[in-house]
């Protein structure tokens, strides 16, 4: 079997090398041929290790003369408690930045859309970028706004090259971007509105013009509206008192006032990107030009040779309304690349990967999961296909532990090949961010794609990025060294018994990355920016032996159990979540009792599938009903947390199935999908009641 397998790998290598060796083989015998062709196959493809761009033991320095502050090994200066604010002397705002990018590509391709499926991308290029990005910049001023960062813009839409155009139009005359989305729903959206005192929105669509006029303030004036809108909303946004305009008519008045440009300072505003948490209003976060371009540089740095450049393609998804992915088309303008944008549902983002064939991507953990489970659910299937791929994950994964990255190897082709063109069949890198991603599914990825993957750790505060993975480490479930823009240190937690002398804490960050304050909302600023100006992050962190940062808990959300234990839901629910039949879990506790117990949404395709096998009949609510799928996912749930180590208290002692998801809508999740804990405990008091009465 062996034998035939290892003809089978190097059966295209032969056909490659064979005019090479035509000269030379009549000469040798066959089973020399044989040996001198495998041998020439073997040395075609040898794989080059990468050298790590630092020790891999120790990725961190602490800055000078304060030992729990840690700092980039990427920045020299770090060390002396300065940080990296830009990479070029010229390029020091977001302005700067594309205009720098437009002459790295030489007038390349720039935003790139299509029209439907099975259409071709289309391109604008820098320049035309740019002039359109002025027009309508010119145009906002005719509007009647003035420039500078006074003056905040309303942007509401999904991702596609009129936000962009939007964002640079508003730096070409130092005008500050407020971003509104979807899941804000037009509660949040009309506060946001009311809060900065907004007159001038742009628009995707019909259906948001709606959602806005459905809550407009009084203080909101204009709409200025990318796709066509019907009379109806015309006419109700006239007796509302406000204007609808057309984003085109917009461009065009501005070519023909063409205003002179204003650019921005670095210190000037940029943005304000409004974040919710559990409950209350949400926090518009003020950054700065140069709190954005630290981060975007920093990363660039910390990437070294892999860093994106002009011929590099990005596949745009993830919402432009959060940090997040603003930073990573940011780090791609600047150095000339090119951002495609997907067609808006992420059902076909896998049609649109293999339209635009992206070389970058940046993703969330959620993506990776779904390909994972995917992947071992098709293996499942076929004993040789599950063999072959396992085969094929010990070698690459060898390689990896090597520091050998590469997508061209024979495992690549006999068992990864459909996952990569899945994909595009070109990425070579790959920024994953958000949220804590699984050790297993994070070494899937690597060994499956073949790319460069690197995690990091961040928050909106802070930019997005505060700690990265670098190329070379191949551990798992750490989030790497601080970034060149800031230090990190961590804090006591006495309560939760975190102390920094064990090198356990509340992380807390420092540098030109962090955030001037919330819009006027000087009382939460004061909550999480201390007088020494250091940010706290509400996440406890850990300091590995190498330097490198593991976030191991939240400070928040966490209660004593009566007998004094203190337990963290949001650790328990991150273990839980686990398991295949968990769709949603929601970990309760309170201190006069001495157990928790949990509300499970199960997986509803894993949950049927089960009980088709076993013949029990019944719709999702009947199943959730039924003890025989009650014990076999609250069993799965305390193997999955004997596993991952959780103590006896921190195990759930009973659940109740709940057949219908939480979500925003129904108001048990916020907009950034986190659960909204004191609405999931009011919804669900009568089931915990009967959890805890059972108990007893």
Aim: hydrophobic share 35%; charged share 20%.
């Amino acid at each position: 079997m062996e034998f035939l397998l290892i003809c089978l790998l190097f059966n295209e290598r032969v056909e490659l090398l064979q005019s090479h060796l035509d000269d030379y083989l009549p000469y040798i015998g066959g089973a020399g041929a044989l040996v001198l062709t495998g041998i020439a196959a073997y040395y075609a493809t040898k794989p080059v290790p990468e050298t790590p761009l630092m020790p891999l033991d120790c990725q961190s320095n602490t800055l000078s003369g304060v030992a729990y502050v840690r700092v980039s090994k990427f920045y020299n200066e770090s060390k002396e408690g300065k940080f990296v604010s830009y990479i070029h002397d010229d390029v020091r705002t977001l302005y700067d930045s594309f205009r720098k990018g437009a002459k790295e590509s030489n007038n390349g391709q720039c935003l790139g859309w299509r029209d439907g499926p099975n259409k071709p991308y289309q391109w604008l290029n820098y320049n035309e970028t740019l002039l359109r990005a002025k027009n309508l910049g010119s145009g906002l001023l005719a509007c009647g706004l003035s420039p500078g960062p006074q003056t905040l813009i309303g942007l509401y839409s999904q991702n596609c090259p009129e936000w962009i155009l939007t964002e640079q139009a508003c730096y070409t005359y130092s005008l500050v971007v407020v971003p509104l989305y979807d899941t804000l729903g037009p509660d949040a959206c009309a506060y946001i509105i009311n809060q900065a005192d907004i007159s001038l929105v742009i628009c995707e669509d019909d259906k948001k013009c709606n959602l806005l006029l459905d809550k407009a303030p009084r203080c909101l004036r204009k709409l200025i509206v990318i796709k066509p809108t019907r009379p109806a909303t015309n006419q109700r946004a006239k007796n509302r008192g406000v204007e609808l305009l057309r984003f085109e008519d917009i461009e065009r008045t501005g070519a023909q006032k063409c205003y002179p440009e204003v650019p921005p300072k670095p210190m000037d505003l940029c943005t304000i990107c409004y974040t919710s948490g559990t409950t209350g209003n949400p926090k518009g976060v003020m950054l700065s030009h140069q709190n954005v371009m630290a981060g975007v540089c920093a990363v660039l740095l910390q990437l070294g040779d892999h860093r994106p450049n002009s011929t590099d393609v990005m596949i745009s998804f993830l919402p432009l309304a959060h940090m997040l992915e603003r930073c990573c088309e940011n780090g791609m303008y600047i150095v000339g690349g090119s951002v495609g944008f997907y067609s808006g549902d992420i059902k076909t983002l896998p049609d649109d990967m293999k339209a635009l064939k992206p070389t970058v991507m940046p993703a969330v953990p959620r993506l990776l999961n779904r390909l994972y489970d995917k992947v071992v659910a098709e293996l499942q299937s076929s004993f040789l296909k599950r063999m072959i791929f396992n085969m094929g994950m010990r070698a690459k994964e060898a390689e990896i532990k090597k520091c050998i990255i590469r997508n061209n190897s024979i495992w690549d082709k006999i068992a990864f090949r459909k996952i990569q063109e899945s994909m595009g069949g070109r990425l070579r890198l790959m920024v994953v961010g958000s949220a804590p991603l699984a050790g297993n599914v994070l070494t899937f990825a690597r060994c499956a794609l073949g790319c460069l993957i690197v995690e990091g750790y961040g928050q909106t505060e802070c930019c997005a990025p505060i700690t990265l993975t670098i190329q070379g480490d191949y551990v798992p479930e750490h989030v790497g060294p601080p970034v060149a823009c800031c230090c990190v240190k961590l804090v006591d937690v006495p309560e939760m018994e975190y102390y920094a002398s064990n090198n356990q804490g509340e992380v807390c960050v420092k540098g030109t990355n962090v955030f001037y304050g919330y819009y006027k909302n000087p009382e939460k600023t004061a909550e999480v920016i201390d007088e020494q100006g250091w940010h706290h992050t509400g996440d406890i962190g850990m300091w590995n032996a190498n330097g490198t940062l593991k976030i191991i808990d939240r400070k928040k959300h966490i209660f004593k159990l009566s007998q004094g234990e203190y337990i963290v839901p949001e650790k328990i629910e991150n273990i839980y979540i686990r398991s295949q039949y968990v769709h949603q879990v929601f970990v309760h506790g309170e201190s006069l009792k001495s157990c928790v117990v949990a509300i499970v949404v199960p997986d509803v395709d894993v949950v049927k599938c089960w009980a088709s096998e076993n013949r029990i009949p019944g719709t999702l609510s009947v199943l959730c009903a039924n003890p025989e799928v009650k014990r076999l996912i609250h069993d799965d749930m305390i193997a999955w947390g004997k596993e991952a180590g959780l103590r006896s208290f921190e195990q759930v002692k009973d659940i109740y199935l709940h057949p219908d998801p939480f979500s925003v809508q129904n108001g048990l999740l916020t907009p950034t999908l986190k659960t909204k804990r004191p609405q999931l405990k009011a919804y669900f008091k009568p089931q915990l009641e009967d959890l805890y009465q059972n108990l007893d």
